[in-house]
């Protein structure tokens, strides 16, 4: 596998792609929640859920009952609700990015992406790349995939710079804020114009005061990400927002 390319070889190499625009449909908070709830208990593949067609996986059967991939697949969700007319030609870097859903979903939304997760992961991830390279390069976008040790990060990827910076359920138990909120400081530094939304699972109250916690003591505030009108969420499931206080 090829070293990855910094932001700005990014940005180049997606321009010579012919732009496909992909409109998401917004429902109200009652239709989205009935939708969804059908879809969850269906057959139907992570690409019909965050309504691209033809974006596929090869883990699709691993949807059910899987946080991680749940979590993904809700982060998806609000990007194309809510920010799929600001991500073509961003750049992105995706922590913990799995099989790459929510990555891969910004990609076909014309984003260039770097999806990056642990050395063992990064073939799963890479495979789905490769399944969908045609979907993200008729949208003018890019994907790629790294390795990436959260403690050791490479100054080249930290730079950037970022336009946006995602992660799902990337705080699962006491000890995941201290790894994940070093890296995310560094990288808000060098990149303080960045958006950073993550997809947080709840599962105690202590973990996610914890994670608050944590965070303030690296100079980052936690904030649900804005969402329209009656749109409240999921109760499970947050989208959050990361800034530097």
């Excluded at 959260?150 to 992660?167: H, K, M, Q, R």
């Excluded at 914890?210 to 100079?219: A, L, P």
Aim: with cysteine; hydrophobic share 45%.
């Amino acid at each position: 596998m090829g070293r990855p390319m910094a932001p700005q070889q990014l940005q180049q190499q997606a321009r010579g792609a012919s732009p496909v625009v992909c409109q998401g449909v917004k429902l109200d908070a009652a239709m989205q929640a009935l939708l969804e709830d059908a879809i969850a208990r269906s057959t139907c593949t992570v690409g019909d859920r965050v309504g691209i067609i033809g974006l596929k996986f090869a883990e699709e059967n691993l949807k059910e009952g899987c946080p991680i991939m749940e979590s993904a697949i809700r982060l998806a969700l609000y990007l194309r609700d809510y920010r799929n007319k600001q991500i073509a030609g961003r750049t992105v870097l995706e922590l913990g990015t799995g099989i790459g859903v929510a990555g891969l979903t910004m990609a076909a939304f014309g984003a260039n992406v770097l999806l990056t997760d642990l050395p063992e992961v990064v073939p799963v991830a890479s495979k789905n790349v490769n399944k969908n390279a045609d979907l993200v390069k008729g949208a003018g976008g890019l994907a790629q995939v790294a390795a990436l040790d959260w403690s050791n990060p490479p100054a080249e990827l930290v730079t950037g710079p970022w336009d946006y910076i995602i992660g799902s359920d990337l705080v699962y138990d006491e000890s995941s804020p201290d790894a994940l909120a070093p890296v995310l400081s560094r990288l808000l530094g060098a990149s303080p114009r960045a958006t950073v939304l993550l997809s947080h699972v709840h599962r105690t109250d202590a973990i996610d005061d914890h994670m608050t916690q944590v965070f303030q003591q690296h100079g980052l505030d936690i904030g649900l990400a804005p969402r329209d009108g009656e749109d409240k969420g999921e109760d499970d499931v947050s989208i959050i927002m990361v800034r530097r206080l």
